[in-house]
C-alpha cells in the first residue's frame, strides 16, 4: 500500500514537542523519519511528569540512529546521512547545528535539492533569537488571556503551539517538496510558536478591530450564541450543550416542552445572547431534572451539538475512535501496548496507521548508517 510520501527521506534532529510533531506528520504520511539521537538517547525519553507522554506519542514510524555530533567522525557520517536526504528538520537553538559543522548553508551547498526546516519561537525580526515555550508565547500573544477567567491568564491543557507549529512545518515541507518538483532546487524554511499563537488569536484581534469592544476571555461567558454552555445533569455529571441557530432553538424548545422558554425575549439568536445572564440558570434549572444519558437522548435526535465534560484518558475507551481506526498501538519501553490518537485525516477509507513501532536509541544504526561509510582509500 502506497502512501503520499513514500520516497521521502527526513533527517529529524529534534527533541520536545515541536520538531517531533512535524517528523510525526510526516511519518505518518510515509516518508522515512530517520531520527537523530545523541548516544544514550533523546533526552524527551526520560521526561517525567507532564512530559511522560512526548516521546510516545509522537515517534512511531520513525528510525533511530545515534550519532555523537561532538565527534568530527560522527559529524562526517552526519554529512554523508544528510547527503542522501530530501528533508532535514531541527528545533534546537538558533546556531546549535551551525556550530557542530552542520549548518544550512553547509548542507545545501553538498545537496542543492535539500529542504531545510527550522522550528523556532520565532520567525525573523527583532524577537527571533528570544528564547520561547508554549507557555511563553500563549502568554505573549493573548492566548492565555482569552482561556482563563478574567484576570487570571491560563495556557490551554495541551501544547498547542507546538504542535500545531509542527503541523505548520511539515505544511511548509510539503509546499516546498512541490516547488522543487518545477525548479529542481530545495530551500530553507522556518515555522515557529510565537507567530502560530499569533495565528490562533487572529478572530478574538479581528472581533476587537471590528466592533472596537475588546473580547471578554471565554470564561466570562459572552458568547455569539444564546445556549452554548456546560450544565450539570442531575446525576451529576456535566455535559456541553450549543444551540447556536433559531432553528435549533425551536427544536430545542420543542424537545423540552417548556413554556418557559417559549417568551419573546428569547425569539431570536441574538436576543439569546443578549440575555445570557438569565437564560443561561433557567436551560440549568431545567436540564438539571434530567440525567446525562437523557440530555443525550434529546440532543442526538434532535441533531444539537452535545458532549459529555471527558478527560484525556477517556479517549482509550471512546467508541467513536475504536470504530474508526482512530487509535494507534504502540509498544512501550517495558513492553506494554498503549494507543494513541492518529492523524485526524483520512484517505478515501483509509487511516493512516503504524508501519514502525517506537523505535529504541540507534535501532537502525546498521540499516541506516551502514551503507554510509566511506570508501576504502587506495592502496
Known amino acids: ?77 552526519l554529512l554523508r546521512l544528510i547527503d542522501t536526504a530530501d528533508v532535514v528538520l531541527e528545533n534546537f537553538r538558533p546556531g546549535a547545528l551551525a556550530e557542530k559543522g552542520l549548518g544550512f548553508d553547509t548542507l545545501r551547498a553538498r545537496n542543492p535539492r535539500l529542504i531545510c526546516l527550522s522550528l523556532k519561537g520565532f520567525l525573523s525580526g527583532p524577537y527571533e533569537r528570544r528564547t520561547a515555550l508554549d507557555e511563553v508565547v500563549q502568554m505573549m500573544s493573548g492566548l492565555a488571556y482569552m482561556t482563563g477567567p478574567p484576570g487570571r491568564p491560563l495556557r490551554a491543557g495541551a501544547p498547542v503551539n507546538d504542535m500545531m507549529g509542527g503541523m505548520f512545518g511539515a505544511i511548509a515541507i510539503l509546499a516546498a517538496l512541490r516547488e522543487r518538483e518545477r525548479s529542481g532546487e530545495g530551500q530553507v524554511l522556518a515555522a515557529s510558536l510565537f507567530e502560530n499563537a499569533a495565528f490562533l488569536v487572529s478572530t478574538a484581534m479581528l472581533q476587537q478591530a471590528i466592533t472596537g469592544v475588546a473580547p471578554e476571555p471565554m470564561p466570562a461567558g459572552r458568547r455569539a450564541w444564546g445556549v452554548y454552555d456546560v450544565f450539570t445533569a442531575s446525576d451529576g455529571v456535566q455535559i456541553f450543550v ?70 484525556p484518558w477517556d479517549l482509550f475507551e471512546n467508541a467513536h475512535l475504536q470504530a474508526s481506526g482512530g487509535l494507534l498501538p504502540v509498544t512501550l519501553p517495558d513492553g506494554r501496548t498503549v494507543h494513541i490518537p492518529a492523524l485526524p485525516m483520512q484517505f478515501g477509507e483509509r487511516r493512516l496507521g503504524v508501519r514502525h513501532d517506537l523505535a529504541s536509541p540507534g535501532q537502525h544504526n546498521d540499516e541506516i548508517l551502514g551503507p554510509l561509510s566511506p570508501p576504502p582509500e587506495d592502496s
Open 242 to 311: 450549543g444551540v447556536v441557530t433559531d432553528r435549533q432553538w425551536e427544536i430545542f424548545c420543542t424537545a423540552l416542552g417548556e413554556p418557559a422558554l417559549l417568551v419573546p425575549e428569547f425569539a431570536s439568536n441574538n436576543l439569546r445572547s443578549a440575555a445570557r445572564e438569565r437564560l443561561i440558570p433557567l436551560v440549568q434549572s431545567i436540564l438539571g431534572r434530567f440525567t446525562v444519558a437523557e440530555i443525550e437522548a434529546l440532543c442526538a435526535p434532535a441533531g444539537l451539538p452535545y458532549a459529555r465534560i471527558n478527560r
Open 1 to 77: 500500500m502506497t502512501l503520499p510520501l513514500d520516497g521521502v527521506r527526513v533527517v529529524e534532529f529534534s527533541h520536545m514537542v515541536m520538531g517531533p510533531s512535524c517528523g510525526l506528520i510526516l511519518a505518518d504520511l510515509g516518508a522515512e523519519v530517520i531520527k537523530v539521537e545523541p548516544p544514550g538517547g533523546d533526552r524527551t525519553r526520560h521526561l517525567k511528569s507532564s512530559g511522560t507522554g512526548f516521546f510516545a506519542a509522537l515517534s512511531r514510524n520513525k528510525k533511530s540512529v545515534t550519532l555523537d555530533t561532538a565527534n568530527p567522525a560522527d559529524v562526517e557520517t
